[in-house]
């Protein structure tokens, strides 16, 4: 980064500053998120934003070796104290949080101190798989599902905070004002909110938001989460995105839609073929079923993710793709896009749309064809393959996949596996309920 850049960034911040202070501003939380999938943050008085945007704010490098519980491993290419830094905010996405007065947000790309990108930032890599994508002609699109479950608070167990029945309108009566808050908050946010619902599992709720790019779709979801956890909290609740909240219910998903576009055409809405799958649309979806099993190490990356990731859970445990099919890892929602079902809310969202267009783009460069749709529920299928059934199933078929090896670089790669290795040790001698209890404030 030049001092002009430096310079740019400074005066943009700069011209910020009236407005935010007009709307109460007093701090800014800058967010990054790190490879175990926790929200991590520093933040500055509103005055020195212009310093922050152009110099970044410092932060350990010992972030890459962060684990869920905040122990630190000591991976081959992360976890040292030395060294720094610059988390700098990005601008364009700066956002007054509704539902925290006095804050505002920014998500941060991680630099060094000369400003390169950091080899380990996530946001980075999910923006040069986005921009590969661009080289090749094509425009994605993309929005997570967010599922949580509102608890009581004061304790660590969970103790749903409605007794509503599934999808019963009785949970948003109970809760009324605490979802009706959550709404506004959103919208106050510019977060386009298509639907919300409450859930299957107890105390559970889901909001979806309208598709856009990848990076701004990872924002997105941190935003989404972060506002979700403050509206509870006003509320006087606890929220839980854990993928698997109590060891034997149904668990949360972080279920991703991606859609491909060319020409502005959406690829997975062509009219003329089967099931309006453009020939790339195809391409594509084949290459994230051929290498599901190691994006499972990126979208389920956590010990509890196995925990949810179980047959007939409406998870996708199984490596298949069906029309409309909610057991289906890929089910295509025909004329729209790709749902990626097991994909849940400890993954870095930034990694899993960077891991997921790698799939992807080697797909098509490959011109994979995809077989035959399952529509049934898989579990009733012979032979239908089960995806990883554990986390170290995941990371071997991490460690085995070329594409992902190649779009994280090696150094990227190897601290993933190591950060996994290490949340396996961490729970090798635990039962599922202590994972479940482990992991269920912590994402
Ligand atoms: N809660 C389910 C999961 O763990 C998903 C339910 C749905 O299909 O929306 O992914
Ligand atoms: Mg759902």
């Not at 520093?42 to 970044?56: E, I, R, Y």
């Not at 601008?91 to 947000?105: H, K, M, Y």
């Not at 109970?174 to 107890?202: G, K, R, T």
């Not at 077989?371 to 995806?387: C, F, K, S, T, Y």
Request: proline content about 6%; charged content about 25%; hydrophobic content about 45%.
């Amino acid at each position: 980064m030049d001092t002009a850049e430096r310079d740019h960034r400074h005066a943009w911040a700069t011209d910020l500053l009236d407005d935010l202070a007009d709307r109460d501003v007093v701090a800014v939380a800058i967010t990054w998120v790190d490879h175990s999938g926790i929200t991590r943050v520093k933040s500055v008085p509103l005055d020195k934003l212009p310093d922050a945007a152009a110099h970044g704010v410092g932060a350990s490098p010992v972030f890459d070796a962060f684990l869920l519980d905040d122990s630190i491993v000591s991976g081959r290419h992360a976890g040292g104290p030395v060294g720094d830094l610059r988390l700098h905010p990005d601008l364009d996405r700066i956002t007054v949080l509704a539902g925290q007065p006095g804050w505002a947000w920014a998500p941060a790309d991680r630099h060094d101190q000369h400003g390169d990108p950091h080899p380990q930032d996530e946001r980075g890599l999910a923006r040069t798989m986005a921009d590969r994508l661009t080289v090749h002609g094509y425009e994605i699109k993309a929005g997570f599902e967010v599922e949580w479950a509102v608890g009581q608070a004061g304790t660590d167990d969970f103790r749903p905070a409605t007794t509503g029945p599934a999808y019963g309108h009785a949970r948003q009566v109970e809760l009324s004002d605490y979802c009706v808050d959550l709404i506004a908050a959103l919208a106050e946010q510019d977060v386009d909110v298509l639907q919300f619902h409450p859930e299957y599992a107890p105390g559970q709720f889901e909001v979806s938001t309208a598709p856009e790019d990848p990076v701004h779709a990872a924002d997105t979801a941190v935003l989404v989460r972060e506002t979700i956890r403050a509206i509870t909290v006003r509320h006087g609740l606890r929220a839980s995105f854990s993928p698997k909240v109590v060891a034997d219910g149904v668990g949360n998903g972080g279920h991703l839609h991606v859609s491909l576009w060319r020409d502005g055409r959406n690829l997975f809405a062509a009219d003329d073929r089967p099931h309006r799958l453009a020939a790339d649309a195809e391409s594509f979806a084949a290459g994230v079923l051929r290498h599901l099993p190691a994006l499972c190490a990126i979208g389920c990356p956590s010990v509890a993710s196995y925990l949810r990731l179980v047959p007939s859970h409406w998870a996708g445990a199984f490596a298949v793709w069906g029309v409309e099919n909610r057991e289906a890892a890929l089910r295509l929602v025909a004329g729209r896009d790709l749902e990626i079902k097991p994909y849940d809310l400890s993954a870095n969202p930034y990694l899993a749309v960077a891991a997921t267009l790698a799939a992807g783009l080697a797909g098509i460069v490959d011109d994979a064809r995809l077989p035959e749709p399952v529509g049934v529920d898989p579990a009733h299928v012979r032979h239908a393959a089960r995806l990883p059934v554990s986390l170290e199933e995941a990371v071997r078929a991490f460690e085995d996949d070329d594409v992902l090896f190649e779009a994280f670089g090696p150094e990227f790669a190897a601290t993933i596996a190591d950060v996994r290795r290490g949340e396996i040790d961490r729970f090798a001698d635990s039962t599922p309920e202590e994972i479940a209890h482990a992991t269920r404030w912590r994402h």
